[in-house]
Structure formats: C-alpha cells, structure tokens
C-alpha cells in the first residue's frame, strides 16, 4: 500500500522518526519511574543496572546464601548454571587454600583466629619459616593431634574410594585451588599455571576435597587438614564431579 493512499508522505515520515516516549499522554508519562527515556515495556537502562548490582552485592555479603544456592544447584544436576553462580560469589568467603586461612565468621567467636599469612608466602605455598613452625608444633603434640595424625595415616594406607581421585603434591609452589567454607568444601577455582592446573588429570574444578593428608572433611572442619596445605607432600582426595568423565586413573 502507498503512503499516497493514506496520508501525505511527508507525515507518514514524521510519524516513523517519533520515539515510542512521544506518542504516550503526559497523563501516563507521570506514572512512568524517574528518569525513564526509553520504550516504557522495558526497564530503563540506568533502573536495571542499578537492580543488577543491589543482587550482586546482596550475594557478595551474604555468603551462607550463596553456598545455599550452589548446593541447590548441584542437587538439580544444573552443573552449567553452577558453574556460573560460582563465578559470580568469587568475592563471597571461601578458604584461599593456604595454612593461614581465616576460620568462618560463624564460628569465629568460638574458635581463635588464626595469625596473617606471611608477607611473601604465596597461599598454599610451602615455606622453610613455616617448615620449622611445624616442627615445633609437632614437639608439643597433645593426645588429641597424635590421635588425629594416627587416624590420617591409616586413611592414606587405604586405596581412595571409587569416585575418588587422590593427588600428591611433592613440589613446592603455589596449589593454585580455592576452596569453599562448605564440610567437605568445594573447588571454586583453579588457577593457570599452577600445581593443581598442571595436574594430569587436571583437578576439577566443582570436585569436592573429602580429605587432605588423610585428615577427614567429609563431616567437619579440620585445622590439621588447613595446616597441611602448607607442607609438602600434601595429598588431596577429591571427589570427581558428575558431570566431567570420571578419568581411568584413581591417583595423580
């Protein structure tokens, strides 16, 4: 149909360059929110970017709930949408993987807090400072950390379970892993170029570490489990996840 058949060509074309915004009564234009510019069926850009980061910063500060989340996630299977999530609570708290590691602020009142890391001592790194803290440490053993020490190695005589693939780390440097604060905790991430990225296989990243150096996280925090990410040899048990091909060797 020709614009000559309905109207003047030259209006037909000023009526296709107005806004969606020019055509809506001032009536209506008041009950619009402020600053809205563009077409009123969609939330302005200034509106949403301001939404997104209020839902960003709720899940930095509130943790607890975006662990929640994660294991919500996994129970439905959904391991792509996990693996998002996880990126975006990378600023929630999770362990750094190193022996200095900051206990969980809900239990930090009941529990002493650990000392800063040392300035120049990579997380997860072995050190000779802190080689011979443990040294000491073990000379002043209690019945309790003798008993768990006893436990531990009686759990690395054992083969890992089926599902379970366990590392040993020989060499010093950075593990490059960063851990939950979930019992057992997950792998959040693993870093390039690291011990655990140059790991063949690979460790995975939303695998589960059940144990380290034998001490047992499958039911509660550990701190000899914290402490032993800074020796070396560290051995880790990781639980594979579900959704990346189990690997046909069960150590590494």
């Known amino acids: 149909m020709g614009l000559g058949a309905v109207g003047s060509k030259r209006k037909w074309l000023h009526a296709l360059s107005l806004s969606p915004m020019d055509c809506v009564k001032k009536e209506d234009l008041r009950q619009l929110p402020p600053g809205t510019t563009a077409c009123p069926f969609q939330k302005p850009p200034e509106v949403a970017a301001v939404q997104a980061a209020k839902e960003l910063r709720g899940l930095a500060q509130d943790g607890q709930q975006a662990q929640a989340a994660l294991k919500a996630l996994v129970v439905e299977g959904d391991f792509q949408k996990w693996r998002r999530q996880a990126e975006l609570s990378k600023d929630s708290p999770v362990w750094l ?128 489990a914290v402490k032993a990410l800074a020796k070396r040899p560290v051995v880790l048990d990781v639980d594979w996840p579900i959704d990346v091909p189990m690997p046909s060797v069960m150590s590494a």
């Open 97 to 224: 993987g190193n022996a200095n590691a900051e206990l969980p602020a809900a239990k930090a009142s009941k529990k002493p807090r650990l000392e800063e890391p040392v300035p120049g001592i990579s997380a997860g790194c072995a050190s000779p400072a802190s080689s011979k803290e443990d040294d000491d440490e073990e000379e002043e053993e209690t019945p309790e950390a003798a008993a768990a020490r006893l436990k531990a190695q009686e759990n690395l005589s054992k083969p890992p379970k089926k599902g379970i693939v366990r590392y040993t780390f020989r060499d010093e440097g950075m593990l490059g892993i960063r851990l939950s604060r979930d019992v057992p905790p997950w792998i959040l991430e693993v870093r390039d170029g690291t011990l655990a990225a140059r790991k063949a296989p690979k460790v995975p990243v939303g695998g589960v570490v059940m144990s380290i150096n034998g001490y047992d996280l499958s039911m509660k925090e550990n701190p000899w």
